[in-house]
């Protein structure tokens, strides 16, 4: 089955030390999602590539950068974590230039714990 | 104004309940409304996916759009205890213009056998 898997599940990591997630997709998507999402809140953007075009969300923090090799995969990369960047990340993917695809498809997320 | 409004709840209905799930949003240029469930720990799951106004049924679930008074719900029939998850809501304008989606803060809800 066509899908977006995120690796790995759960990542465990110590304060500062740099951490690499990464999601890969066989949909062929062109486009790519990376969201933080916390407890009881919505997903939130932190940026996405259109094919190759990396595009930022104004208030996502420097400590968060992205990678897109290939069309299939794509990482998030924390510099620096922190207490404060403990969450649930979420990789989504979409086809928004073939008309009727206007949806996210999900992967099952990556959830991190900074000690 | 925040662009979408949704209840975050929690609602408990006992099993075989009908739910009802909202979302308002403010920005006209809506047009792709998405309901995603998610259960704890997980990513969200695409559940319905509607365009303009109007309705969609799929089983148990039918979504209704009413883009004149920028309103969508989500209707479960007969709830089950396996229907319990955060419930969100989704939208965009669509096109390659406005393709990111606008989240609601999702709707926690729990079916008690």
């Known amino acids: 089955d066509a899908m977006v898997i995120q690796n790995p599940r759960y990542q465990v990591t110590q304060f500062g030390k740099p951490v690499t997630l990464s999601c890969s997709q066989t949909?062929?998507?062109?486009?790519m999602y990376w969201y933080q999402q916390k407890s009881s809140q919505a997903p939130k953007l932190l940026f996405h590539y259109y094919d190759k075009d990396f595009n930022n969300e104004a208030d996502t923090p420097d400590n968060f950068q992205s990678r897109r090799p290939n069309t299939s995969f794509c990482f998030l990369d924390i510099r620096s974590p922190g207490l404060g960047d403990a969450a649930m990340y979420l990789c989504?993917?979409?086809?928004?230039?073939?008309?009727?695809?206007?949806?996210?498809?999900f992967g099952p997320g990556t959830r991190l714990l900074v000690l | 104004q925040k662009e979408v409004e949704q209840d975050p709840g929690p609602l408990s209905v006992p099993e075989g309940a009908i739910v009802s799930l909202n979302c308002t949003y403010s920005n006209s240029a809506f047009q792709y409304f998405m309901w995603y469930r998610q259960y704890s720990r997980k990513g969200p799951e695409l559940l319905m996916y509607t365009y303009s106004s109007g309705n969609k049924e799929d089983g148990r679930f039918t979504a209704q759009v009413d883009k004149s008074s920028k309103y969508i719900s989500l209707f479960i029939r007969d709830s089950q205890p396996s229907d319990s998850a955060t419930y969100l809501c989704?939208?965009?304008?669509?096109?390659?213009?406005?393709?990111?989606?606008?989240f609601g803060k999702g709707t926690k809800l729990s079916v008690i056998p």
């Open positions: 989704a939208m965009s304008g669509g096109g390659a213009g406005s393709y990111q989606l606008t």
């Open positions: 949909l062929n998507h062109n486009v």
């Open positions: 989504a993917t979409s086809s928004p230039d073939r008309g009727y695809q206007e949806t996210q498809y």
